[in-house]
Each structure stands twice: as C-alpha cells, then as structure tokens.
C-alpha cells in the first residue's frame, strides 16, 4: 500500500450487443465492471509492493489491450492492479469508483475522466490524501493531477480531418458523430477536425450527433442521420464507440460511403482490411497501458513524472491493415 514518505518525497518535485463485451473480470455493482484485480500471475504471484488503480470511462473492446500491456508492465515491478470501468460512460460511477479508491489506500490512480471539470475535486482528493494520479486519454488539467499520457487530442482532429480530404479530394458532405458531449478529449478532436475541415476544404458538415458512450445510441444516430441526410460522402467518427457502429450499419445497408474512425481495435483493423472504413486515426493505444503503469510507478516512487507523456498519432489506411 501507500508510503506516506515516498509521496512527500514527490509531492517536493515540480450499439449492438455484439459490439459491448465485458472486460475481463466479474460484474461488481450494478453499472460498474471491475476489470481486473490482480496481473497476469495471481495468486501464485510474488507478494505485491504497489497497488494502483486504473479507471476507465467505460467497458469497451478498445481498452483490453491497455488493460494487457498495463498488466504486463505491472507483474514484473510487483504491482497489483485494480482495473475498474462503468459499463457506459457514466460520471457518477467514476466518481464513486475513484473514492472507493481512495478508500483502499491505492498507491497511484491512473484515469481517463468522462467529465474533468467534476472529476477534478476528487483527484484533488486522492492527491491531498497522498495518492499521486495520472490521467489519461482526456485530460483533467484544472486539477492536482500529475501528468497526462495522450496525445494532442486538437492535433487528432486535424489529422482526422486532413484523412477526409483526401479521400474526398476537398469537397462533399459528411455526417460526424462523437462520445460524450463534456469529456475534453472529444471535444477537442471535434474542434481540430472542424477548424481544419472549415479552414481547408469545402466539405459541409451536415451534422454532428453525441451517444454519450451508448452503442445502442451510437447505431440509432447514424441511422437516423442516414435517413436524414441520405446523400452524404462520408462518415466521421470521433470516439471508439462510433467506427465499430458504422461497420454494423454498413454491413446491414451494404453502403460503399468513406468512414475515418479514430482508435484501433482488432475489429477496426479487420474493417479496414475489407474497405468497411478507409482510415482510422491511432493513438498507439498498445503503448498507453504500459506508459501509465510506468508514470505511477515513478511517482509512488518520488521520482518526477513528464506533465504531458505524447504516445504520437498514426494513422493506418486501406491497404496497409495487417
């Protein structure tokens, strides 16, 4: 567990059911899914030196392999992990899963906020109580965290924003649909890619839907914009909930039109591999796991911790797909 000395050293430093599986782990209270609670080795592990949290925005495929190479950057330094996510986004859970942690006297909390601004009074809880936290994906900097691992969710967006030109070559209509409508890494890369897409094309953004982490929500909106708008080129989707939809809706109308998704997931690879989605822009999410534990790591260890850890953007496009 926690040792106070060691923080006081550091706190001197400067859509269908189909699409939602379970992370590994059992159902704890209804609403939430404890993801994992211990590495890879179990109970016949060594005895731990750490324990460290790691909250998700929600359980979702997209997170499994942060949740393996966070697991296996764990195991080796004597960590146990406490891996814990709402099964959609949800603020309220978050919240209470980051004070049930707290309560158990973690060493270090790693989380990616639905909502930083009401998130950032119980990171500055755990932080005052000694624990140090690091967040990632979305960042939360009015609070006392301690450092980001991410990306420039602004940059994203432009990038997603310059892969749609070019398969457009400037000019048609697109459909865009996102996550939840507070959560700062979203609407950061809303912002990227509209100010690039208004700055350097004529492409029209004829709407723009929010599923606030919901599957279900996430198939019945792009519908309901294909309905509405059914001459459109092109789809974007902002957040990993929204590209695996378009694949669904794709495959049930048989509809050739471009989709950019960001995030990468075994099923993002495959969709790219047979034309379903053109490119999908990655936050080298393999890496993200492993980076966190290593921040925390550092951290519950007194050393200094980079404010803003940059896992670097790539994109992978038709064709190039393993």
Known sequence: MR???????????????????????????????????????????????????????????????????????????????????????????????????????????????????????????????????????????????????????????????????????????????????????????????LDYINAHTDIQVLEVRYNEGSEDKALSDLEEMIDAHPHFDAFIALDVVSGPASVLVWKAKGLTRYAVTFGVTPKIREAIANGQIKAAVSQNEAGIGTRIVERMLQAAQGQAVPAFDDTGLTEIASGSAP
């Open 3 to 193: 040792q106070a000395g060691k923080y006081r050293k550091w706190t001197r430093l400067p859509l269908a059911a189909g699409l939602l599986a379970a992370l590994a782990g059992c159902t704890g209270a209804a609403g939430e899914t404890p993801v994992s609670s211990s590495p890879a080795g179990g109970a016949s592990a060594a005895p731990y030196s750490y324990t460290f949290g790691i909250i998700y925005p929600m359980a979702h495929p997209y997170y499994e392999t942060m949740t393996e190479t966070a697991q296996k950057a764990a195991e080796p330094a004597g960590v146990r992990l406490v891996v814990k996510a709402p099964d959609e986004a949800n603020l309220e859970q978050q919240i209470r899963m980051m004070e049930t942690m707290i309560k158990m006297g973690v060493d270090a909390i790693a989380i990616d906020p639905v909502d930083s601004d009401a998130l950032a009074p119980v990171i500055d809880k755990a932080v005052l109580g000694g624990i140090p936290v690091i967040c990632f994906e979305s960042d939360a900097p009015s609070s006392k965290r301690l450092g980001f691992v991410g990306v420039d969710n602004v940059e994203a967006g432009v990038r997603m924003g310059q892969a749609i030109d070019r398969q457009l070559k400037g000019r048609g209509m697109v459909l865009v649909e996102t996550g939840m409508s507070r959560m700062r890494s979203l609407g950061q890369r809303l912002q990227g890619m």
